[in-house]
């Protein structure tokens, strides 16, 4: 593990992404929703935790806990955090989506941030 982050901090992010992935998913089926951006607040800029919250909104369902977590991994996503000095951006195409991205998400993140 990361000296940038503590196991309390892991578990944090893990649960909002685990509940914003249910969200996504939700969302989803209700509209046919491909793609989708968000921002999460648990990793406060820090890019490994943010994608530890990816990897959270990802995880297969498991139907046997009270609370479903995860479930959009069929959603391409981009996922921001920040604190107050820093802004992480975190981008998922799933492998199916990738025909449905024209550019590279390098050229997509530079047209996109280029006005900040």
Same mark, same amino acid.
Not at 24 to 30: N, T, V
Not at 70 to 96: Q, R, W
């Given at each position: $593990?990361?000296?940038? @982050?503590?196991?309390?901090?892991?578990?944090?992010? #893990?649960?909002? =992404? &685990?509940?914003?992935?249910?969200?996504i998913?939700?969302?989803?089926?209700?509209?046919?929703?491909?793609?989708?951006?968000?921002?999460v607040?648990?990793?406060? =800029?820090?890019?490994?935790?943010?994608?530890?919250?990816?990897e959270? $909104?990802?995880?297969? #369902?498991?139907?046997?806990?009270?609370?479903?977590? &995860?479930?959009?991994?069929?959603?391409?996503? $981009?996922?921001?955090?920040?604190?107050?000095e820093?802004?992480?951006?975190?981008? @998922?195409?799933?492998?199916?989506?990738?025909?449905?991205?024209?550019?590279?998400?390098?050229?997509?993140?530079? &047209?996109?941030? =280029? &006005?900040?």
């Amino acid at each position: $593990m990361s000296a940038a @982050y503590d196991e309390k901090a892991l578990k944090n992010v #893990v649960k909002e =992404g &685990g509940k914003r992935g249910v969200e996504i998913e939700g969302a989803a089926s209700l509209g046919g929703l491909e793609f989708f951006c968000t921002k999460v607040d648990e990793p406060q =800029g820090n890019v490994e935790l943010l994608l530890k919250s990816v990897e959270a $909104m990802n995880a297969e #369902v498991d139907e046997t806990e009270e609370e479903r977590r &995860g479930g959009s991994a069929a959603i391409g996503k $981009m996922i921001f955090s920040c604190n107050d000095e820093v802004l992480a951006i975190v981008a @998922y195409v799933p492998a199916d989506k990738k025909d449905k991205v024209e550019c590279e998400c390098r050229q997509f993140g530079s &047209g996109f941030l =280029g &006005g900040l």
